[in-house]
């Protein structure tokens, strides 16, 4: 596709349910990037993938919270037992290659409230 | 770990008015340095980026930004905005050259008056 797609725009949910929040990077880019986002912050990164693998996930704030990128192109965020605090924005980006210079195209978010 | 400050939470100007919002990072070693900008009911994108060279680096729509090592600053500028420009701008760190963590601040709210 053009861009970054976050599917869904929208999650409510009741507190102890498990969500899954779906990203499609976009075409080609080997980096993928998991942030959230709470309401009056800027994004808080969660973890990174290049390819298939899980490069850096120490942005992820418990084991209820886990992601996979199985065939390198779509990721998912996946998250169990949900909290309150848990609600906000989770953001997803990706990049061609993942240099640190490289900018990031982002998707326009999942917006989780857990109720 | 790198750390941003952006110390205007919310700026309100009137149109023509000169921009500058603050930008301070926490870090030991090499850094890039990134402006990221958020328009109303849009996702974030790209204002400009520094990584190496010239301080000063121009960015789309007029901005501009200066990379002060000594000051460990990044300051975003703009002579003249524009109505348009209302929206939130985020700085954000990441270090040169090491796995990708993007380290963003909490943002500055734009408001511009016409």
């Known amino acids: 596709g053009a861009g970054v797609s976050q599917t869904p725009s929208n999650k409510v949910t009741e507190k102890g349910k498990y969500v899954e929040l779906r990203c499609d990077p976009i075409?080609?880019?080997?980096?993928l990037y998991w942030y959230r986002q709470s309401l009056g912050q800027g994004p808080e990164f969660l973890i990174y993938?290049?390819?298939?693998?899980?490069?850096?996930d120490s942005g992820l704030p418990n084991d209820r919270f886990f992601a996979v990128r199985p065939e390198g192109s779509v990721s998912t965020l996946k998250i169990q037992r949900t909290e309150r605090g848990d609600s906000a924005v989770y953001l997803c980006?990706?990049?061609?290659?993942?240099?640190?210079?490289?900018?990031?195209?982002f998707g326009s978010g999942t917006q989780l409230s857990v109720l | 770990a790198q750390s941003v400050s952006q110390h205007n939470h919310h700026v309100i100007l009137s149109e023509a008015a000169s921009l500058e919002l603050g930008c301070n990072y926490s870090?030991?070693?090499?850094?890039?340095l990134f402006w990221y900008v958020q328009y109303p009911g849009q996702h974030l994108q790209l204002l400009l980026k520094?990584?190496?060279?010239?301080?000063l680096v121009k960015g789309i729509k007029g901005f501009e930004a200066e990379f002060i090592k000594s000051k460990f600053s990044f300051n975003l500028r703009k002579p003249s905005v524009q109505w348009s420009d209302t929206a939130e701008y985020f700085c954000?760190?990441?270090?040169?050259?090491?796995?990708?963590?993007?380290?963003f601040g909490s943002g500055t709210q734009l408001t511009v008056l016409p």
């Open positions: 980006a990706s990049s061609p290659t993942g240099v640190s210079n490289e900018k990031l195209f």
């Open positions: 075409s080609g880019h080997t980096a």
């Open positions: 993938f290049q390819g298939t693998g899980a490069a850096d």
């Open positions: 870090y030991g070693g090499t850094v890039n």
């Open positions: 520094y990584f190496s060279g010239d301080p």
């Open positions: 954000a760190v990441t270090p040169s050259g090491s796995a990708r963590q993007l380290t």
